[in-house]
């Protein structure tokens, strides 16, 4: 005779809350307060970073461009404005430190948390190893850009602020990061270039710039009194405050760059300061012609002929 299975007794008050006391409840503790810690870290570290960086582009003072223009050689003005990128090397390292940090931080939380459930990290290091052997092939382009990315800041090649031009875009730096940059071209539209992939940087805000406007004359025109003009005229502009944050020097007549059978081209140049050498080039625009009218000297025009349709003389025959 077979005997029947005894069904199992209903669960009483006693054993629920026996149950409960023997769950090991200061595992959850323990993983909340390692959360909670590299919270707090990773807020304290980043707060530390900013007053350094904030410290650090407080203390640095950037000269005006009017200064500048009692130094004596271009060797001179590179060497004093090359010293004032304080701030735009201040803001990389910083976002550099930023994100090794938050790396570093929530990577040692992570395997401090497998330790504490009770997960032999032996094992799985060495695993990790292996698959990193196997996994390194792959992910060359990645380090690549991390090494290429801490080169760039460490080296000043560019900083938060800055006017590049990286081959596929010219634009300003946003942000610098250990894998990519951001950069903001002048129409607004934001790029993510990977820093591996950065053959060259052109930076076009380190120490100054060159502003050029060409300016297309009649082939009579007197090239001494021309010359003569654009020199004042770049005198009156380096004594008017208001192109003190423009100009490092007096724009010059260059010289001829083109002759022509009906005209000649010639250039002016100005020495500007980092990331003005578009607005300078419009001001200087503006200017010369204003005192090239002033003083008589004028523009070749250009008379354009349409040649006449052989056929507007048959329409009436037909």
């Known amino acids: 005779m077979s005997s029947m299975p005894l069904a199992a007794e209903p669960p009483t008050w006693d054993s629920i809350w026996a149950t409960i006391a023997d769950w090991p409840w200061h595992i959850p503790?323990?993983?909340?307060?390692?959360?909670?810690?590299?919270?707090?870290?990773?807020?304290?570290?980043?707060?530390?970073?900013?007053?350094?960086?904030?410290?650090?582009?407080?203390?640095?003072?950037?000269?005006?461009?009017?200064?500048?223009?009692?130094l004596d050689s271009t060797s001179e003005l590179t060497a004093v404005v090359m010293t004032q990128r304080t701030e735009q090397r201040a803001q990389a390292i910083g976002a550099l430190l930023r994100s090794i940090s938050i790396v570093t931080i929530w990577t040692v939380a992570v395997m401090t948390m497998l330790t504490t459930v009770g997960i032999n990290l032996a094992p799985l290091l060495a695993s990790a190893g292996v698959l990193g052997v196997i996994l390194g092939f792959g992910a060359q382009q990645l380090v690549a850009d991390y090494l290429a990315g801490v080169s760039m800041i460490f080296e000043d090649q560019l900083g938060v602020g800055d006017v590049v031009n990286v081959g596929t875009v010219t634009g300003t730096v946003e942000d610098v990061a250990l894998r990519c940059t951001r950069i903001r071209?002048?129409?607004?539209?934001?790029?993510?270039?990977?820093?591996?992939?950065?053959?060259?940087?052109?930076?076009?805000?380190?120490?100054?710039?060159?502003?050029?406007?060409?300016?297309?004359?009649?082939?009579?025109?007197?090239?001494?009194?021309?010359?003569?003009?654009?020199?004042?005229?770049?005198?009156?502009?380096?004594?008017?405050?208001?192109?003190?944050?423009?100009?490092?020097?007096?724009?010059?007549?260059?010289?001829?760059?083109?002759?022509?059978?009906?005209?000649?081209?010639?250039?002016?140049?100005?020495k500007t300061a980092p990331?003005?050498?578009?607005?300078?080039?419009?001001?200087?625009?503006?200017?010369?012609?204003?005192?090239?009218?002033?003083?008589?000297?004028?523009?070749?025009?250009?008379?354009?002929?349409?040649?006449?349709?052989?056929?507007?003389?048959?329409?009436?025959?037909?």
């Open 29 to 70: 503790l323990k993983l909340l307060i390692i959360v909670i810690s590299a919270i707090v870290a990773q807020l304290i570290i980043t707060r530390a970073i900013r007053k350094v960086v904030k410290s650090m582009v407080s203390h640095s003072r950037a000269p005006r461009p009017s200064d500048l223009r009692s």
């Open 185 to 270: 071209d002048f129409d607004g539209t934001v790029w993510y270039i990977r820093n591996g992939q950065m053959a060259f940087v052109a930076n076009q805000s380190k120490g100054w710039t060159i502003a050029r406007i060409d300016f297309p004359l009649s082939y009579d025109a007197d090239l001494d009194q021309v010359r003569a003009v654009i020199d004042a005229e770049g005198q009156r502009m380096t004594n008017d405050p208001q192109y003190d944050r423009i100009l490092l020097d007096a724009p010059t007549y260059a010289g001829v760059e083109i002759v022509r059978g009906d005209a000649v081209i010639i250039r002016i140049i100005a």
């Open 275 to 318: 990331e003005q050498q578009f607005i300078a080039t419009r001001v200087l625009r503006q200017a010369m012609k204003r005192a090239l009218d002033e003083a008589g000297i004028k523009m070749p025009v250009q008379t354009v002929r349409f040649a006449q349709d052989p056929h507007d003389g048959a329409l009436g025959h037909s």
